[in-house]
Nanobody, 120 residues
Framework: QVHLVESGGGLAQAGGSLRLSCAAS????????MAWFRQAPGKEREFVAA????????NYADSVKGRFTISRDNAKNTVYLQMNSLKPEDTAVYYC?????????????WGQGTQVTVSS
């Protein structure tokens, strides 16, 4: 069982930056693949970024490639999403996810979400 809590969301201007954090419970955090998803109003949830358990493999949605960076600190049981060059279309609720298997569009565990709003 993994419990995930996101933080770091808020309001940013276009072109600005935010860093999201996701704190995970459980002693086996380092065994889990971690990911970020987002859901904008009236839209379906979409994949943003994912990282394998050892941090060796990362994947990004085309819409965020080159602007967002996923990272993890296994000693702190935390995964991060650094978001640079933010755009109004990045406005969404961002969710942290975890699974023992590589994550593409499904994960076993989810956080409650944190709101990111980007103004133009």
């Amino acid at each position: 069982q993994v419990h995930l809590v996101e933080s770091g969301g808020g309001l940013a201007q276009a072109g600005g930056s935010l860093r999201l954090s996701c704190a995970a419970s459980g002693r086996t955090f380092s065994s889990y693949c971690m990911a970020w998803f987002r859901q904008a109003p009236g839209k379906e949830r979409e994949f943003v970024a994912a990282m394998r358990w050892n941090g060796g493999v990362t994947n990004y949605a085309d819409s965020v490639k080159g602007r967002f960076t996923i990272s993890r600190d296994n000693a702190k049981n935390t995964v991060y999403l650094q978001m640079n060059s933010l755009k109004p279309e990045d406005t969404a609720v961002y969710y942290c996810a975890a699974d023992v298997r590589p994550i593409t569009d499904y994960a076993a565990y989810w956080g409650q979400g944190t709101q990111v709003t980007v103004s133009s």
